[in-house]
């Protein structure tokens, strides 16, 4: 048989429990948050960050490229110009974009993994997800290629 709590040990329990269950709430909080942070749709963040100049789908066709000084190829094609392969790196490092790479031409493109990082922050924790972010639109231009 459980004894029963009786009334003056009711506020002792609650005033052991709330910060208990708070501390709780706070790490299950910070979990979630920090797994989160690792995942991101690479679809959103190519529309948000990359659809003015590259077109909604990648086709070079943007609402800015008329005030551009170079033509845009189609990133659904990335494939074809590489042989049939996916340039994972090349693309990352150019989304990156704080690695000057002399192939992509002029550095108009902004540098997103500077970006990324002025909006995150600049922490390892930051860094993971500003490579996180960078992945995620990789992968959605890997999703998107056209092949014959």
């Known amino acids: 048989m459980t004894p029963a709590i009786d009334k003056m040990s009711e506020p002792k329990i609650r005033s052991i429990m709330t910060p208990f269950l708070a501390a709780v709430a706070l790490i299950f909080s910070a979990i979630s948050t ?3 942070a690792q995942s991101y749709d690479g679809a959103e963040l190519y529309a948000l960050n990359c659809s003015n100049c590259h077109g909604i789908y990648g086709e070079g066709d943007g609402i800015l490229t008329p005030d551009l000084s170079v033509v845009l190829l189609d ?3 990335l494939n074809d110009r ?10 990352i490092n150019i989304i ?3 690695e000057v790479r002399a192939a ?4 108009g ?3 997103w993994g500077a ?3 002025r909006s995150e922050g600049f922490s390892d924790d930051a860094q993971e997800r500003v490579s996180a ?3 995620a639109i990789s992968d959605f231009l890997e999703r998107i290629q056209i092949t014959d």
Do not use: C, Q, W
Not at 82 to 91: A, H, I, R, S
């Open 133 to 135: 972010k960078i992945m």
């Open 82 to 91: 590489n042989g049939g392969t996916f340039p994972k790196t090349f693309v």
């Open 96 to 98: 990156d974009g704080r």
């Open 34 to 36: 920090n797994a989160a």
């Open 115 to 117: 970006e990324f990082s």
């Open 75 to 77: 990133l659904r094609y």
């Open 104 to 107: 992509h031409g002029p550095t």
């Open 109 to 111: 493109m902004p540098v």
